[in-house]
């Protein structure tokens, strides 16, 4: 593997040289084979040597490893400094399109900024990261991605004593909202302009040497966080610890800790057990994202302007223009799982309706909007749905018949934004239990060949579609540190 290490080059105030804690009984338990390809990892490796150079007992030749220095507001506090507390960034590659990727290990011991933690990662933690990580790629949302899962044979102490292992994880990049912060709460603002800088050079080149590219900056980074929630958004996923440090500046979905998919409809779900407040509900993750988005502007205010206020002048419009944004994509995407394929303004109100149904009737989220989708071809359905949404069917059949446009054409639209499957909570944490009793990754596999084909009526996709027995009522995912 070609690592390049274009990160350190930034300078040692933005990492801690940091070298992962070997483990003593290493062993590959999942492994991405189509992503490795990508990355052109040579399979001849064999899982011995994969297990010790993906679990940090073996350097390969050009990686050099460093823990990332960032801070970040958590819960809305602000923590001036955290960092990479349990994770070693081993160096950057480049796959097959020439495309640059971060590879990561996490769980792979103590470094600087672990504040005491054991800087380890027990094996359901990883395994989640892992399965849900590759069902988001596979359901079109943006997303890091996990390469490689290999337990330690070691044991980690959390609420019990579990198995250990180390995740690598695939991204564009860490860079994080919380990276900005770090510097910003300095003072530091020449390091600011260079981290910004790069950060332009590394996901914006188009704006480098614009005049104005710092705010350009902002909006950019803006519009790939308003289309990262709408997918969220769109297929039912809870991220569950939105904090400035878990939000990337790519517009990938990173940091799989408490995360959860919705069920029955209801925006005010929560189900990570340290979000009391239910501060990252399902549906507060949009005005979430556009107070994260603030606390990025109030770091590039030195980078706008010399006086302060008129800084504030030329970013508030990008702020405050966030919400109406954020509404016009989200009524377009509700649109289309609705099969709308081009909106009126009356569109709105319908959505809403139906969304308002759906809280009110305790309706699963995923299985309603497949439904509607079937039921275009299916009288029986057509008539189940009719029976469970009431007059609104027949207000949104007349709507599809308004715009004229062929059911089979409309059928296909929804069903591109509409998936059969999700990664549902009870399948997850059956996988982990399998894994944590036994060792074994039978259950994880089975789950992640379905849930690699969302989209898709496989023979086995009807095992995975069920909604939990008790609507996850007493349901809590915990973060893992």
């Known amino acids: 593997m070609n690592f390049s290490n274009s990160y350190r080059q930034l300078g040692s105030d933005f990492y801690e040289e940091s070298l992962p804690t070997p483990v003593l009984a290493p062993r590959l338990l999942l492994w991405n084979a189509p992503l490795a390809e990508q990355l052109m990892i040579p399979e001849e490796l064999g899982q011995a040597a994969l297990a010790q150079i993906f679990s940090g007992n073996q350097l390969l030749p050009g990686s050099e490893p460093i823990a990332m220095a960032y801070a970040g507001h958590q819960f809305g506090s602000f923590v001036p400094q955290l960092g990479d507390g349990r994770a070693h960034l081993l160096g950057e590659v480049f796959d097959k399109s020439g495309q640059r990727w971060d590879i990561q290990l996490k769980g792979s011991g103590p470094t600087q900024f672990s504040r005491g933690g054991d800087g380890r990662c027990a094996v359901g933690p990883a395994l989640r990261e892992f399965i849900m990580s590759e069902a988001m790629y596979a359901l079109g949302v943006p997303t890091s991605r996990c390469l490689a899962v290999v337990t330690s044979g070691e044991d980690v102490y959390r609420r019990s004593i579990l198995p250990g292992a180390i995740v690598t994880r695939i991204a564009s990049s860490h860079l994080r909202v919380g990276t900005f912060e770090f510097f910003a709460a300095r003072g530091e603002h020449e390091a600011l302009k260079r981290l910004c800088d790069y950060t332009i050079d590394r996901h914006f080149p188009e704006l480098q040497g614009a005049t104005d590219q710092y705010i350009r900056f902002l909006d950019r980074v803006i519009g790939r966080q308003i289309q990262l929630i709408t997918e969220w958004m769109r297929v039912g996923f809870i991220h569950g610890v939105m904090n400035t440090d878990n939000t990337s500046l790519a517009g990938e979905t990173i940091d799989y800790g408490p995360c959860a998919m919705l069920g029955a409809y209801d925006p005010h779900t929560v189900y990570s057990s340290i979000d009391i407040k239910k501060r990252y509900a399902f549906g507060n993750q949009s005005a979430i994202s556009q107070w994260n988005m603030t606390r990025l502007a109030e770091c590039l205010l030195p980078l706008i302007n010399a006086d302060r206020n008129r800084a504030i002048d030329q970013l508030n419009p990008l702020l405050i223009a966030y919400t109406d944004r954020f509404n016009r ?59 469970q949404l009431g007059n609104y069917f027949d207000l949104w059949q007349r709507r599809l018949k308004e715009q004229g446009t062929d059911l089979q054409e409309v059928q296909t639209l929804m069903r591109q934004q509409n998936p059969l499957l999700i990664p549902r909570n009870h399948h997850i944490e059956a996988a982990i239990a399998e894994c944590e009793q036994t060792g074994r990754v039978n259950l994880a596999e ?36």
């Open 446 to 481: 089975k789950l992640l060949h379905v849930l690699r084909a969302p989209y898709e009526e496989l023979t086995e996709t009807h095992l995975y579609q069920d909604p939990p027995s008790d609507g996850d009522k007493n349901y809590q995912t915990f973060c893992g540190t």
């Open 329 to 387: 994509v989200y009524i377009k995407m509700m649109g289309k799982k609705l099969g709308l394929t081009s909106l009126q303004a009356k569109d709105e109100k319908l959505i809403i309706s139906l969304l308002d149904q759906l809280k009110i009737g305790k309706m699963d989220y995923t299985l309603t909007f497949d439904l509607l989708t079937k039921s275009l071809s299916s009288e029986p359905i057509a008539s189940q749905m009719r029976g």
